[in-house]
């Protein structure tokens, strides 16, 4: 019964937001190369290890300016001719990516290029949901937006790995293939014009002004104290658990197993029980979820400890995720709402290019315990930040059924 009432929410999601959904999952399941970069530069390419970590790095600077981009692009262009864009451009890169012949800043640029395209991305995604779903949708929509998101990137690295086992043309080819596939759908059932334009009771309105706009920003700015454990976790923990705990790289794997049976087996239901408690509540609950996690981790360092923590921690993952962009949708003018999706998308991006440098020069200098003490600390900060920031309540609206 409760899996037909989320079928029967899902199909009551306007058809191009159903389709929207779709295309996030054949795109994250279509991501051979990302995972795989360090691996194909070194081997492919004989670069050494040095090299190809300085490439990645100032490639990944493309994250940061996609992220920048696509506000602008949604707002001149449209939400689904920035999502094109975006899928065109990293199709682009990996194209030159694997067919360049020359110098190791060819690569880089291509690199540049394609991860500026992936950068662009989920922030335009974000800001159609806002778009398409009535305010008391977005909540579900967001919801199996990321389990979609997280199901194609259980998926991709194990297809992108049996590609690259036969052939690194046959990945960047089925890399390539697949975000082709996801700009048709868009293409097809996304139309031009999405901003939904509700119609609100009278004296009910979102805040105007400056203020109540950086009043958001602030909000969406300190969700760095959440992204930040969660990247500094994709880095720290393979070095821990073959280097410090001296055990097999598969229990890496059993890690991101663990995290994304949680996402699927917890994210809907975690989604219902979200909508009953203001922002402020929840973003707190998810920064003292994450500080339980890391805390697991940085005071009782073992297998068990970091397999236990990732349950835990996951589900602050889910509930951050979730909130943040509906806050977002909730809180800005549906004209405006691109350029704070951009936003969330920078900090995400900002996070990936400065905390495993940030960490990896902590844990050369001082071992591995003070990061992992880090990892606490920083979400431990977000729960008193939530505290005392002005965190707004939605606001009371009437969905138009304009895209039903």
Request: charged share 10%; proline share 6%.
């Amino acid at each position: 019964m409760i899996g037909q009432t989320r079928l029967r929410e899902f199909a009551a999601l306007p058809r191009p937001l159903r389709v929207l959904v779709l295309a996030c999952f054949v795109n994250r399941a279509g991501m051979f190369v990302f995972p795989l970069l360090a691996v194909y530069l070194t081997e492919a390419k004989h670069l050494s290890t040095g090299h190809a970590g300085v490439l990645m790095s100032v490639g990944s600077t493309g994250l940061l300016v996609g992220s920048l981009l696509s506000g602008p692009a949604c707002d001149r262009a449209g939400r689904r001719a920035a999502l094109l864009v975006s899928l065109v451009l990293n199709a682009a890169g990996y194209a030159g990516l694997a067919l360049v012949r020359d110098t190791p800043w060819q690569y880089a640029a291509f690199l540049f290029l394609a991860l500026v395209g992936m950068g662009m991305f989920a922030p335009a995604a974000n800001t159609l949901i806002a778009d398409l779903a009535a305010p008391e949708q977005r909540p579900f929509a967001y919801t199996v937006s990321y389990i979609a998101n997280n199901l194609g990137m259980g998926i991709g690295p194990l297809l992108g790995g049996v590609a690259a086992a036969y052939s690194y043309g046959l990945m960047f080819a089925g890399n390539i293939a697949l975000g082709l596939v996801c700009a048709a759908l868009i293409m097809v059932w996304v139309p031009r014009d999405t901003i939904r334009r509700s119609r609100r009771p009278e004296g009910r309105s979102r805040p105007a002004g400056w203020r109540a706009d950086l009043d958001v920003a602030v909000v969406v700015v300190a969700s760095l104290c959440f992204v930040v454990p969660l990247i500094g976790i994709e880095y720290a923990l393979p070095l821990a658990v073959t280097t410090v705990l001296n055990t097999s790289a598969a229990m890496i794997g059993l890690v991101y197993t663990i995290n994304s049976v949680v996402v699927v087996s917890a994210g809907l239901f975690i989604e219902r029980k979200i909508k009953a408690y203001p922002t402020r509540v929840l973003l707190i609950v998810a920064g003292a979820l994450w500080t339980a996690g890391t805390a697991v981790m940085a005071f009782a360092f073992s297998l068990p400890a970091l397999l236990l923590s990732t349950v835990v921690w996951t589900v602050g993952e889910i509930i951050v995720s979730v909130v943040v962009p509906t806050y977002i949708a909730d809180q800005i003018d549906g004209r405006r709402v691109s350029r704070f999706m951009a936003l969330n998308g920078f900090v995400l991006s900002f996070a990936r290019l400065v905390v495993p440098m940030g960490f990896g020069l902590l844990w050369q200098e001082q071992g591995h315990a003070p990061v992992f003490l880090a990892l606490f600390l920083v979400p431990a900060v977000g729960v008193l930040a939530y505290a005392v920031l002005p965190v707004r309540r939605a606001p009371v609206t009437e969905p138009d059924p304009q895209f039903v």
